[in-house]
């Protein structure tokens, strides 16, 4: 199962998100492959948008493991960020089984 998390503190934001989906094998696991690229396509937009080039904060992006974290200093970038939070959330609500939120 993968697990996701969502910290605000102050204008700044961490998602991070842990483990494999399992809805199938490696290669095969569109659930897994749809949370990767989410996330990867959230952190290249906001690093690629010149204007808010330095607002990421850190970024660990390895095998079963992703973590952003992002200063949102622009409504741009406040946009980004909550359009990976509403698709992540909308992955959970279409496969209960192999993502979910911890507060």
Request: net charge negative.
């Amino acid at each position: 199962m993968t697990t996701y998390s969502i910290k605000n503190k102050g204008n700044e934001v961490t998602i991070e998100v842990k483990g494999h989906a399992g809805y199938a094998e490696k290669g095969y696991d569109i659930v897994c492959a749809s949370i990767s690229m989410a996330c990867i396509m959230t952190a290249n937009l906001i690093d690629k948008i010149k204007e808010i080039r330095y607002n990421i904060l850190d970024l660990v992006c390895e095998d079963g493991y992703f973590r952003l974290q992002v200063k949102q200093s622009d409504a741009l970038t406040q946009s980004i960020v909550d359009n990976l939070v509403e698709t992540l959330d909308e992955l959970q609500k279409q496969y209960p089984k192999y993502i979910k939120i911890i507060s």
